[in-house]
């Protein structure tokens, strides 16, 4: 016979992760966190959860009011019904009043009477996990650390011998010095809550103990929205390691894959780098086509572009087929996401893209990287975040397409691009303008490649109604680079080839 676990689910997807199991049996966890942090939502989530399992769960509280927890509750789509709730609200509310016309110092009535209501509560309902909200009103009551930190322990010696599982919140408004709550309980949990300078607030959460079992370190990104608290658990790229054999993904242009020896490789990494316009978005879908062509599955990012443009352009010049790229899509083949990234974090754009790994996906576009760092110019060390993801990404056979725009329409040779993320990449094909004649071309060179053989030579690209063409190596030219090439020869010179 299987013994028992020693975790219980805390019914909040992803922190179950982040606990790596859940809330141990029989365990005295502490949720702090600011007002509007999502306490309460996730007290919530827990004890429905647990009365889901059939067992019996208590909800005491000293700061929300039995309609104030049932309007949570029905904003996400719950119903209370047969969780058995304390409301100490309305005795906490008629006590503060109290002593104007009392000797006695709150801690000697109102603490005393307020504990004996919670004991009587518990004796009464016989709960397996018990939710206590209000541990800064305790602290009111109490009047000093001293007597605060006996009632505290009082409780957690009583909860203990009664075995049930018991999660204490707080909203820290009224701290007591040094002695802190978290010394005193087996977990601790902190829910954070900023605004930025612009865009919806960004919440994270992070343990600091837990008390018989290990956890993630950490900042994790969560988000509220309806249906309760989604953690988003920190992505941690040592801890996923697929086994894979590489393939090569073509691009279905004859001439790009002769320069890339074939194509690009699963399970690496390629930055596709050139000022706006040059054809970095297109050449990026032309990978994602020739791969659902042959049956992998594909996930494309946007930063910069809306959905129905990339569905027209796309359709125009990769597919020559109307409706073709809206037929992938609706056959789940491929996942075309627009983010806003005011709406989203870090965390939450990392989630994105494992969970859609998790289903099959084998070619992953972000497009671009300037949208995603320039819109969150607040959050630190998201360099780091992107290696991380990128090492998850290589390490699961996944091949990642990201685009970089270069600052101005015309780049020289040597000069760097906005974002430095070029280390990143195992794959580099590098775009540019030049002048010719009266008229603005592009080329297209590659500059890395740690799978294998690449060309050196640089190629005129066009891209037409009709799609995109790749010509012959510009042998007879120098200075391409540089946006004004030079030649020895007169004559005009044919598209994607030499001068006549």
């Known amino acids: 016979m299987l013994s028992e676990s020693p975790f ?3 019914g909040v997807p992803g922190l179950d992760d982040v606990l790596m199991g859940g809330f141990l049996r029989e365990g005295f966890y502490l949720v702090q966190g600011d007002p509007g942090s999502g306490k309460t939502t996730v007290a919530l989530q827990f004890v429905l959860a647990r ?14 009011s039995r309609k104030d927890l049932e309007d949570a509750a029905r904003s996400h789509g719950w119903s209370l019904e047969g969780l058995e709730i304390c409301d100490l609200t309305k005795s906490a509310a008629n006590l503060a009043g109290e002593p104007e016309a009392s000797v006695f110092h709150p801690s000697e009535v109102e603490l005393g009477e307020t504990t004996q209501a919670i004991f009587a509560a518990v004796e009464q309902a016989h709960p397996k996990h018990v939710v206590f909200d209000g541990l800064s009103e305790m602290r009111l009551l109490a009047g ?3 007597i605060y930190r006996r009632q505290l322990l009082a409780l957690k010696d009583y909860f203990a011998r009664c075995q049930a599982t018991v999660v204490l919140l707080d909203d820290r408004s009224s701290p007591f010095g040094e002695i802190q709550p978290e010394s ?7 829910l954070e809550r900023t605004l930025p300078q612009y865009g919806s607030a960004r919440r994270r959460a992070y343990v600091t103990k837990v008390r018989g079992s290990n956890f993630r370190e950490g900042y994790h990104d969560y988000r509220i929205a309806k249906g309760g608290v989604f953690v988003h658990p920190r992505l941690v790229a040592a801890e ?11 691009s279905g242009i004859a001439n790009l894959d002769a320069m890339l020896a074939g194509g690009l490789t699963t399970g690496s990494t390629a930055l596709l780098i050139g000022p706006a316009g040059v054809g970095k978005s297109t050449i990026a879908m032309q990978f994602v086509i020739s791969a659902m062509r042959a049956g992998r599955r594909a996930a494309v990012y946007l930063f910069d572009e809306v959905l129905p ?9 990769c597919l020559a087929q109307e409706g073709g790229l809206q037929g992938f899509m609706n056959d789940g083949q491929l996942h075309a996401q627009q983010i806003d990234p005011a709406e989203m974090s870090p965390g939450e754009f990392a989630h994105e893209i494992r969970r859609a790994v998790e289903a099959g996906t084998r070619v992953v576009v972000i497009d671009s990287l300037n949208g995603y760092l320039n819109a969150m110019p607040e959050e630190r060390f998201l360099t780091t975040h992107l290696h991380e993801l990128f090492s998850y990404l290589n390490q699961n056979g996944v091949l990642t397409i990201m685009v970089v725009a270069q600052h101005g329409m015309i780049v020289g040779a040597g000069v760097g691009g906005d974002v430095d993320v070029s280390y990143l990449a195992d794959s580099v094909l590098l775009f540019r303008y030049f002048e010719l004649e009266g008229e603005i071309r592009q080329a297209l060179g590659i500059f ?15 891209i037409t109604s009709a799609g995109v063409s790749i010509g012959e190596p510009l042998c007879e030219f120098r200075g391409v680079m540089t946006g004004v090439p030079l030649y ?7 598209a994607g080839g030499n001068p006549s």
């Open 144 to 146: 000093n650390p001293l």
């Open 309 to 317: 443009t990339l569905v027209e352009r796309v359709e125009k010049l």
């Open 8 to 10: 219980i689910p805390t």
């Open 240 to 250: 996923h390691h697929g086994h894979f054999a590489r393939e090569t993904v073509s």
């Open 488 to 494: 020895d020869s007169q004559g005009e010179v044919q």
């Open 448 to 462: 890395k490649k740690r799978t294998g053989a690449h060309e050196r030579t640089l190629r005129e690209m066009r």
């Open 184 to 190: 005193l309980v087996g977990g601790n949990i902190v």
């Open 51 to 64: 009365l889901a399992a059939g067992e019996s769960c208590l909800y005491i509280s000293l700061t929300e």
